[in-house]
């Protein structure tokens, strides 16, 4: 497939690099071109807008940082919006805005053009790895031409439903999940520390044991560790996402209160200039507020 | 071994079944008889009181509901502490506080009887199966002696220091953060039921990627299927545990805030009328306040 | 002076018809022409747009829901920007963000125009009998122009500086502080009540000793009386409020626990159906959560 | 009459001294004897026991630091409850949990003595001012007896019924509101110093509106000055009647969402180093998670 990519991250350039591998033409645009030297010289094209990357294009796969970055992407002058043909397929796997994501649903119907809502779980090594879990929903006969494409970029796929916004809702709240995981931990850790004990140990229990799942084994080391630089995910990205995922819930009329906890301490985190380490660093408020360091 | 065991609730049941089918000598000791008459079939001997339980045994094992009846059955007039011969062995299964661990270990050390605190993960089929995660920390000879009693009973032993009272520290930060992720799932399925779509599906997605463990699994479809009758450890003794980690914490000064927020979707449960059910129904706390049901 | 005036709601009326009584020329604008009529019949002319109201006025007060109405009365296509003559004055009484009071500022500075804020405490029967407290800021010789404006519509003015957005700020976290005052009251009433006591004795003890403001005894009567409707001021235009004073205080990074706990029980209230009651009904979900009805 | 007094601490130091000029024969105890030297040099006896200080006595008054000092007052062996004559009246003023004060209702009424709870609201300065507000429940005909004794002491007499611990309760719960009132401020403060103006002036704006209390007054000034030291009430024992007032909704199944975000800010106060400042200073966390300071 001729295969248009739009965000050159840390995420993205993982992702566009095991597009081009899986034999997809590829055509990349990126804000600062320098990101995109490595892919060209591994043989895909560099456009000079978002438009060029998508125009002629089978699919256009979008990984921006936030809903504003998103949103110009879309709908500038340069956007993809008025260069994709018709029947072409926009796959964003940005952490958006459930409401963004519906608007961009019904952008693209109105163009005849197809919206998939595709993000991911995974840090930036399981980018490169292609072993993401990605979550998708949206139009039905896009998600079945692209499952290859998606197969090349992760170790799983879920797809769950016609209504692209569910599969943005799923990756706030997963992403509100891992936020407990790190809150609840770094509690634990700093009474077992104080209490005279040894948190490696702690966790070396727990995670041999119920929680034995991934993401306490990686979010335990890091926060017991407390080794947040050079970070995989900064902490403003963080704190958006318990925004959109506060906003979703908002607009439903639920209450999340960990949610609000969590957020707290991540505006205290900024406050006290952990803006610039890796989102879990969110964790050693609860360290000095119990008196640690 | 001769083992006195004294307990024979859901846990305990189970637990003393299978000292028993490893072949040990075995004279049990509950409140109520008729919970002794299934093991009496099956070869143990009947004990009047904790102290008959206890006297002539290597190793006492205690299965209790809380710190008070663990403290009249060691401190009272029939108590172990009389009975155990020097040398013996307390080994104290129930989940109390810290604060009693630590007095226990002082008691028995100036009786010359040697303590081992020993809490478990599982639930009551686990006990029964001998699934068990136990974690074990006191008197180093004492727990040396005892390995084969604690792979009688569970999966995975978890050595962990010669401070008994550090095994109880770890079970009830263990417990916490279950409670963590009942209520972390709560909030979630709330606001996925509430956006019109499949919690269920959710936490497949979930379970399936990052979260594959199995205290997401078990209690994710409890709380999703809200079957918290029968219940498999009542909600009072969840509050309990939320209460002893919260004296724990605050012995250290240690602040714990999604503990104290469990705490007090605790009280709400119970002042809803739950006090009957499973304890983590608390979650169904989460579910009224976003209007649900 | 010609005073224009938009926005007839249950505050503006009464605002309105003071500034009125006070001798000046008013001419008013409302969405509803209905609630116009009472003002004519008084004396006031009515304008068709918010640009007929401003166009000739020496000052144009507004006094509107939210952000978004005040935003389209001033920026609209028939809005107070372009029709305020240069050296005229906008004062905006309604509560609104600190952002777009900022952004105001600016823009009618650009037109030379002149723009204080001038947020005002009390409910709709203080605003009828001009006993409003009024919280000013902004350009100085406009405030200073204003002085018997101000105090024909309340029993005090405070002049806060030359930043408008400042008594946006103050008035926000002054709100704030009413929600705290709400929430406190009702858990202290929740344990009063199932302990087996009378609320409104502890209230009387607590109002006649160290809480003796009128903000304890107005919204204690309403709080232990359960009396919200009809509402003085609705729930949902307290969650905006909440809302707004958690913006400003992300924006600074500055986490308000208290606020976001307010926030939680303003959804809930919503969500359990007290979306039409006064916005002190939040309070009903301390009794809810307490198993009190 | 001849009134005993036992504890002559900051408070009650004050108290005894109104009692004295108020006319009545007193006798004091205090476990630091140097306390007692001012008062006897005013005409008061000293006493070597609390059982002393009661014996023979119409009125003995405590106003003891905590539960476990009155219980070892009274029931001790050189205790108030053997010595006291049948008849004879204990005024209790001590902040005590409500379950104590139910105890010793009970323990005194099996001795044929009467008892009386009546804790007090003020400050050191308050009760050396004879300014205090008294808040009295329990034996009728004792309380009877008193009136003038508490007129003696305080400004205002709140006599709340027959229950003595409903005294008690009302004063736990007004020590929250306090504190509810500390942390609110602190909240806005600190929103206001970071977006650059003067928490001062908006202290002003609050006092002198709608919360024109002496308690707003009186903690807003210290809270805007950071002014903690020298203590007017110690931190620990602030974070002792947040547990009593916690203790006493959990008894009732009541969660205090409020409380228990005040007790985890008075843990994280005392864990960094706050614990001999005036139990305001936990209004310090909110400054620092804003990052100020």
Redesign the interface.
């Known amino acids: 497939m001729k295969v248009g990519f739009v965000g050159l991250g840390q995420m993205g350039a993982g992702i566009a690099a095991n597009v081009l591998k899986a034999g997809h033409t590829l055509t990349v645009y990126n804000r600062t071109n320098s990101k995109a030297a490595t892919l060209q010289s591994a043989g895909a094209h560099v456009a000079g807008t978002p438009a060029a990357a998508a125009d002629g294009s089978d699919v256009v796969i979008t990984m921006l940082a936030d809903d504003r970055a998103l949103e110009s992407t879309v709908f500038g002058d340069h956007g993809i919006l008025k260069a994709l043909p018709a029947g072409g397929i926009h796959i964003s796997m940005s952490t958006i805005s459930?409401a963004l994501s519906r608007g961009l649903a019904d952008a693209h119907k109105q163009k005849q053009q197809r919206y998939v809502a595709a993000p991911v779980?995974g840090r930036p090594e399981a980018a490169a790895a292609a072993k993401l879990?990605v979550?998708v929903a949206g139009d039905l006969s896009a998600i079945e031409k692209c499952r290859e494409l998606f197969s090349a970029i992760g170790q799983?796929t879920?797809e769950?439903?016609e209504?692209a916004q569910?599969a943005n809702?799923?990756k706030l709240?997963?992403n509100?999940?891992?936020t407990?995981?790190i809150?609840?931990?770094a509690?634990?850790f700093?009474?077992?520390r104080?209490?005279?004990?040894d948190q490696f140990?702690?966790l070396?229990?727990?995670t041999?044991?119920?929680?034995?799942?991934?993401?306490?084994k990686t979010y335990g080391k890091i926060v017991a560790s407390e080794q947040f630089d050079p970070p995989g995910f900064k902490l403003p990205l963080g704190l958006k996402d318990n925004?959109l995922?506060l906003a979703?819930?908002?607009e439903?009329?639920?209450?999340?209160?960990?949610?609000?906890?969590v957020?707290?301490?991540f505006?205290?985190a900024?406050?006290?200039?952990l803006g610039e380490s890796d989102w879990s660093a969110f964790s050693k408020?609860?360290y000095?507020?119990?008196?640690l360091e």
């Open positions: 459930v779980f879990f979550v799983r879920f769950i439903g209504e569910a809702l799923f709240n997963g509100f999940l891992i407990t995981v809150e609840s931990l509690e634990t700093a009474l077992v104080k209490s005279g004990y140990k702690f070396e229990v727990m041999e044991s119920l929680f034995n799942a991934p993401i306490y925004r995922v979703a819930a908002e439903q009329s639920v209450p999340m209160p960990i949610a609000t906890l957020g707290n301490n505006l205290t900024i406050a006290q200039g408020v609860a000095r507020n119990a008196g």
